[in-house]
């Protein structure tokens, strides 16, 4: 047996996935909490995902991070799903049990409501929300942001009938409603999410003015070392703030942790560590 193979072996899955800073993060979740554990990158392409996924898991990894655009599949290969992940139908994160259970679990909301909540101390309650795009990290965090009773929520998408299936499948959380784009109107809205993926391609949803005020948080899921094409929009709209999604990153990493190995890391020496490089 290989040294490599030695340690309980986990990874991101993903494409594409090549410049991940995933295994920068489970490496310090790691060390901090004295876990013997390796992080490895797989980019594997759609058609090839259930195969390799069940290939890997009985070569002896443990646990997978998925990313896009893996998240519905990895929730149709899985055994069992997580309450949260059966809701959102969508899988982040997939751990092998005893007894050859792949158990699946959605980190994605815990994540960006503990960046939210806890680091960008920014209370959900009573707040008009507006989230841009309708696809796997969407599901994932509308029931969270549901349980948050929230004033209003909006869901806007390049393609509006998938925005119009996610509020018909969350209906019985909360009155969600659903548009395109170019139908967004004011007034400003106290939180925009952008959960869009145009910022991996250098692009920005078309946006009307009016939705911006200088009360509003810009939160940008996508993240990177200088500003989103997302969160420039934001700065030259004069939002209050305009957040990248480095913070929700971390956060869904270590839920993620704690499925795996029954231990939630310490988040803040990872940020701060982050924030070295940014
Ligand atoms: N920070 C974190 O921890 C974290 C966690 C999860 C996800 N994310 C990020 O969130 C983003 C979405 O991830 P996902 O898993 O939901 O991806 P996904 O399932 O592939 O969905 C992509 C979404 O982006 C929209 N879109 C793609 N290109 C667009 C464009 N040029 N203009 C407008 N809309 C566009 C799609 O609209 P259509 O329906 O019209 O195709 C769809 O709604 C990614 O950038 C991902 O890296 C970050």
């Known amino acids: 047996m290989s040294e490599a193979a030695a340690v309980d072996q986990y990874g991101l899955v993903g ?14 979740f790691a060390k901090s909490t004295a876990q013997d ?14 195969r390799d996924i069940l290939q890997l898991f009985a070569g002896g990894i443990r646990g997978l991070n998925v990313t896009l655009p893996h998240k519905q599949s990895a929730a149709d290969l899985v055994n069992e799903l997580t309450p949260r992940a059966a809701r959102a139908q969508a899988v982040n994160t997939i751990a092998f049990f005893e007894q050859s259970t792949l158990l699946g679990d959605n980190t994605d909301g815990a994540g960006l409501t503990a960046d939210l909540e ?11 929300v507006l989230i ?6 969407v599901r994932g965090v509308l029931g969270p942001l549901l349980e948050r009773e929230l004033r209003e929520i909006k869901i806007a998408n390049r393609t509006p009938h998938k925005a119009q299936s996610l509020v018909n499948e969350f209906a019985d959380m909360g009155t969600i409603a ?15 999410i952008n959960a869009t993926s145009a910022g991996l391609h250098g692009q920005m949803p078309p946006l009307p003015a009016g939705i911006v005020g200088d009360s509003t948080v810009c939160y940008d899921m996508s993240y ?3 500003d989103t094409p997302f969160t420039r929009w934001a700065k030259e709209q004069h939002a209050a703030r305009a957040v990248k999604g480095w913070g929700m990153l971390v956060e869904q990493a270590a839920e993620s942790f704690l499925l795996w190995r029954g231990i ?10 982050l924030a070295q490089h940014f």
Do not use: C, M
């Not at 395109?180 to 809205?189: C, H, I, M, N, S």
């Not at 939630?264 to 560590?273: D, F, I, K, M």
């Open 224 to 226: 990177g070392r200088v």
């Open 37 to 50: 554990l390796g992080f490895r990158i797989f980019d594997i392409p759609p058609q090839h995902f259930r």
């Open 132 to 137: 841009l795009g309708a696809g796997g990290a």
């Open 15 to 28: 494409h594409p996935v090549a410049h991940s800073w995933s295994p920068f993060i489970h490496g310090l």
């Open 264 to 273: 939630r890391p310490n988040t803040q020496p990872v940020l701060e560590a």
């Open 178 to 192: 659903a548009s395109g784009f170019a139908e967004l109107r004011g007034p400003a809205y106290d939180l925009i």
């Open 118 to 128: 806890r680091n960008l101390q920014f209370e959900l309650a009573d707040k008009r």
